[in-house]
């Protein structure tokens, strides 16, 4: 099995576009799991050495609430077919990403078009409403 590459070469005018998607991606898988328990168990602080190197490792940089809600309105402004291949690429699922696109039918050549064309979309629609904040926070 040859492995193919889904996701297109990202232009520099498209790197900052790319890295707020991946991290919308990423809070978008975990904002669920992170509000699962309600109970006291949540603040639970485990001792011992390794605990405590656990805690003092940098935490990944999560996305504020107000630019979570900017990419969430910028890519629901982005066409269907380019927004499918979006959140297969930055939303992680379970399933590896080749299976998903076989399940969509769609070939890596025209997923690395739909990848770079919904990027560049995506990237006018957030700096139009990163524009027009109160359209972010509003709706």
């Known amino acids: 099995m040859t492995h193919e590459n889904f996701a297109a070469d ?4 498209l790197v900052e576009a790319d890295e707020a998607l991946t991290l919308y991606g990423r809070w978008a898988s ?3 799991t992170r509000r699962r328990c309600g109970s006291a168990e949540r603040d639970y602080r485990p001792e011992g050495w390794q605990a405590v190197d656990a805690r003092r490792e940098s935490k990944p940089l999560r996305m504020t609430l107000q630019d979570a809600l900017v990419c969430q309105r ?9 927004r499918a291949v979006l959140a297969v690429l930055y939303v992680p699922r379970r399933m590896p990403v080749d299976q998903q696109f ?3 039918r769609l070939p890596p050549r025209l997923t690395q078009q739909r990848h770079l064309s919904g990027l560049r979309m995506f990237d006018d629609m957030r700096r139009l409403v990163y524009s027009r904040p109160n359209d972010a926070v509003s709706g």
Do not use: G, K, Q, T
């Not at 990202?10 to 005018?13: H, M, Q, V």
């Not at 910028?74 to 380019?82: G, I, K, S, T, Y």
């Open 10 to 13: 990202i232009p520099s005018s």
């Open 74 to 82: 910028a890519l629901a402004r982005v066409p269907d077919v380019e």
């Open 102 to 104: 076989r399940l969509l």
């Open 30 to 32: 975990e904002r669920e």
